[in-house]
């Protein structure tokens, strides 16, 4: 679970006080979280500047889900109001005190904080909670670790696990403050750290050669694919990419109701009404999503970026959709692949009805209050999007033939000679 990357990077060791060294950390990072026990957890948030209580309680939400997604149990939620972050430990004195208090108490294994932690912070809360104490960044890295299947997303998760890991060796030596009788103890510590820095610092220029490697080659992979349009699913996690995946091209892709159930792009070739193209399924965006992960997944965003359409799924059934289409149109924004075609597919409509209306509410007024919000949508995304359940394919063939009229208008740009595609 979420102890194998964590356990050597917190300074696990072997007999005699010996450390485990970097190379042996590499082999363990990538196991599956599923694998082990339910470590019992907290979370614990910060209201302060533009991050509002209902915002916060937002964010806790999606963090439990993540912790959930990686294996934990979260038993409970400690939230303070600050004007920022503590620089030393990120909460309060007495609030510090409050979750040490209760992590003895409950016998708590983790403690996973909502933003992210400095080095500083994170060997501060430790030394005070005596046990293990991670952020968000961390979370997320352990759930790609776990869910990498290709060489590419291995070697990505990978590369980010040693950016992050980088500045926080230190902590992994503190070992040698706690010996008795110093003599010979100081400098081979010090030795230690700096040849681990090395170890890193090589590793981590060994990925980005092979990252650059595998490149080469799927740029060439793409080349091949010849003159057909390409159609890229883009959305924020868990909002029915892979479901939608399914339906179209009638393949088995991974789907489950769990945060990044989809890691490594999946590329299908679709047929409708005679009209072929080409639909990917990329990872899935997610609001504080680490930046070392976004340089790390670039490449695999390739797919996004050279796409000639782009369908964004919506789940509009979440309570905070509008804010995850922002969080989905910045992070395109960031990656390159603004400015490009959209279909927006607000997915999930049945679970909107059921969470949203009364059982007493007329099946007028019902149908009254969806066409209201349709229309709302198509004003605002001006026409260019489609209402349906992947699950129960409500509006599938509506869906469809907006998709093909859409694939069709991008034939016809770029081979504007030929009457006929294909």
């Given at each position: ?15 005699h006080l010996k450390p485990i060294h970097l190379k042996d950390f590499v082999k363990l990072g990538n196991k599956n979280p599923q694998q082990l026990a339910p470590e019992k957890a907290i979370l614990v948030g ?88 991670i952020d968000r960044s961390f979370l997320i890295l352990d759930i790609f670790a776990g869910r990498a299947q290709t060489a590419q997303a291995k070697a990505q998760v990978e590369l980010a696990q040693m950016q ?259």
């Amino acid at each position: 679970m979420i102890c194998d990357f964590y356990t050597i990077f917190n300074g696990c060791f072997l007999k005699h006080l010996k450390p485990i060294h970097l190379k042996d950390f590499v082999k363990l990072g990538n196991k599956n979280p599923q694998q082990l026990a339910p470590e019992k957890a907290i979370l614990v948030g910060l209201i302060y500047r533009d991050q509002t209580e209902e915002r916060l309680a937002e964010y806790m939400d999606e963090l439990a889900f993540l912790a959930e997604t990686a294996g934990a149990e979260v038993l409970k939620r400690f939230t303070q109001r600050l004007p920022h972050p503590n620089k030393h430990s990120f909460v309060g004195k007495g609030k510090l005190e409050e979750i040490r208090e209760y992590v003895e108490v409950k016998e708590i294994d983790l403690v996973i904080f909502d933003d992210d932690l400095s080095p500083t912070q994170q060997f501060n809360i430790e030394k005070e909670l005596k046990c293990k104490v991670i952020d968000r960044s961390f979370l997320i890295l352990d759930i790609f670790a776990g869910r990498a299947q290709t060489a590419q997303a291995k070697a990505q998760v990978e590369l980010a696990q040693m950016q992050y890991l980088l500045p926080r060796l230190r902590g992994l030596w503190t070992h040698l403050e706690r010996q008795k009788g110093g003599i010979g103890m100081r400098g081979p510590g010090e030795q230690e750290i700096e040849t681990d820095r090395r170890i890193v610092n090589q590793k981590i220029s060994l990925l980005k050669d092979k990252l650059a490697k595998i490149d080469r080659q799927n740029a060439t992979m793409r080349k091949r694919r010849g003159e057909m349009i390409r159609v890229a699913l883009v959305g924020y996690t868990n909002v029915g990419k892979s479901t939608l995946m399914n339906l179209l091209s009638k393949s088995e892709v991974f789907a489950e109701d769990k945060l990044f159930a989809t890691l490594d792009t999946t590329v299908r070739k679709v047929v409708i009404e005679r009209t072929p193209f080409l639909l990917s399924d990329t990872v899935g965006f997610i609001r504080k999503l680490p930046h070392r992960l976004i340089e790390s997944f670039k490449s695999t965003l390739d797919e996004v970026r050279e796409a000639d359409v782009l369908l964004h799924v919506v789940d509009m059934a979440h309570p905070q959709f509008e804010e995850q289409m922002n969080v989905v149109g910045k992070t395109l924004q960031e990656i390159g692949a603004g400015g490009k075609p959209v279909i927006v597919v607000f997915n999930k409509i049945d679970l909107y009805r059921e969470e949203y209306f009364d059982e007493f509410l007329k099946p007028e007024t019902k149908t009254e209050i969806m066409a209201e919000l349709q229309q709302k949508w198509r004003t605002r995304t001006k026409d260019n999007c489609v209402f349906i359940s992947a699950i129960e394919k409500e509006n599938f063939m509506h869906f469809r033939s907006v998709l093909l009229e859409a694939v069709q208008r991008q034939y016809a740009i770029r081979y504007p000679y030929k009457t006929a595609f294909f």
